[in-house]
């Protein structure tokens, strides 16, 4: 018989597992957590709880030995587990396992006697208060002399000293240069002040008889000149000869009429004295006047625009007004008035209009069919810009022109009666 052999499993073994929470929480950790939750400083729980500052800070980190008096630490660590708002019974155990501190009844010596320092706390206190220590942790190190001067802020001062010695130097020598008198030797020496007088000793020096007789005085032009101030103050006023009323405007001025009239005028009396006709004095007086004007200038050119074929125009001013706007029929002229800036043409049919300067034809416009504009009507531009027409090419132009000319005739005299 074959025996069977029996094993026993090991026991296995089971590890915990380790969370983020798995850490020993102390009791100073969970106080400094709810003072710094309220936002106190050990200062501020010295001031509020009338517990110093050491203490706290001792309680927080378990040591048992920063205090005086071991029989006041029950007080001091419920009071300040009361202030955070934590159980006070519980802090006090917390406080006395993590610190391995018990109390002590009675009139024992741990309760009542104070515990010597040791010789850490001995050399560090120097038999100073603690606060004066820059070792405390919860005081601010106080800052050094120097600590808040920047390098800069010395250049800038230094620069802005400088600047003001060289403006301070600058308005010293200014100023000494404006009181500073200097004396310049001059060519000559100056003479007594007497010699200089012009009326000194005129009283005792006598013009000679030479001298009074030789001068001559200005005369009176010379002295009005002289004296006569630049500009007057009102006008000079010369009088006239006679009185305004003996003034006769046919005498002289723009009214004195001209000798041609004023003779034809004594022509026409004296034939009326001779008891003529009326018709022969205004006949006489008309010739008279005729002979006394006088032509100086010609007369400007006239344009005249001739259509020799139904054609839509317009004329405007050189302002853009419109003066003459119509459909010209064969035959039609207008006349251009001259202006200091000529008129300008805009024409529909080009090659039915011409232009007439002084009885001379000159165009037409444009071909046939096309429109011409801002065409400026005046005789130097159509002159120039045109030729002479030719009259053989546009047999309604010679119609035309021969229609003028027959119209410009002068009409036949009417056969006299036969007796």
């Known amino acids: ?25 102390k009791l100073g950790d969970m106080m400094r957590g709810e003072r710094a939750t ?12 009338k517990i110093k500052a050491t203490y706290i800070a001792a309680i927080e980190n378990c040591d048992p030995t920063a205090f005086d008096t071991p029989g006041f630490i029950a007080g001091y660590v419920r009071s300040y587990a009361r202030y955070l708002k934590m159980d006070a019974d519980w802090a006090f155990d917390t406080f006395c396992e993590e610190s391995g501190f018990s109390t ?18 001995r050399q560090n206190s120097g038999g100073k208060d603690i606060f004066a220590s820059s070792a405390t942790p919860f005081i601010p190190a106080g800052e050094a002399m120097f600590s808040g001067v920047e390098p800069g802020a010395i250049g800038s001062v230094l620069v802005l000293a400088g600047l003001l010695a060289g403006l301070g130097f600058g308005g010293w020598t200014v100023l000494q240069e404006v009181q500073r008198v200097q004396f310049a030797p001059v060519e000559q020496t100056p003479t007594v002040i007497s010699d200089l007088d012009p009326l000194a000793g005129a009283a005792n020096i006598a013009p000679a008889a030479d001298e009074i007789a030789s001068f001559q005085a200005p005369s009176v032009e010379a002295l009005d000149r002289l004296y006569r101030p630049q500009a007057l103050e009102v006008p000079v006023l010369v009088s006239r000869d006679g009185p305004i009323a003996s003034l006769n405007p046919s005498s002289f001025g723009a009214l004195v009429p001209d000798p041609a009239l004023a003779d034809a005028v004594e022509i026409a009396t004296n034939t009326a004295q001779d008891n003529l006709t009326v018709p022969a004095i205004d006949a006489a007086l008309q010739q008279a006047v005729t002979a006394s004007i006088q032509v100086r200038e010609a007369p400007a050119p006239a344009v005249e625009m001739v259509a020799v074929r139904p054609a839509w125009v317009r004329v405007k001013s050189a302002d853009g007004t419109t003066i003459f706007e119509a459909t010209m029929q064969p035959g039609d002229t207008f006349t251009v008035p001259q202006t200091e800036n000529p008129a300008t043409l805009r024409i529909g049919e080009s090659g039915a209009v011409y232009f007439a300067v002084n009885g001379v034809h000159y165009g037409p416009a444009g071909p046939r069919g096309q429109v011409t504009s801002n065409l400026a009507l005046s005789v130097d531009n159509l002159t120039e810009s045109y030729t002479v027409a030719d009259l053989t090419s546009d047999s309604a132009l010679a119609e035309v022109v021969r229609v003028a000319e027959l119209q410009a005739l002068p009409a036949a005299p009417d056969a006299a009666p036969t007796e």
């Open 1 to 25: 018989m074959i025996g069977k052999g029996f094993r026993r499993k090991s026991e296995l073994q089971v590890e915990e597992t380790v969370g983020f929470d798995a850490f020993e929480l």
């Open 38 to 49: 309220m936002g106190k400083s050990l200062l501020d729980v010295q001031r509020e709880l």
């Open 104 to 121: 002590a009844h009675g009139m024992s010596a741990e309760a009542s006697a104070a515990k010597p320092l040791r010789a850490n706390d």
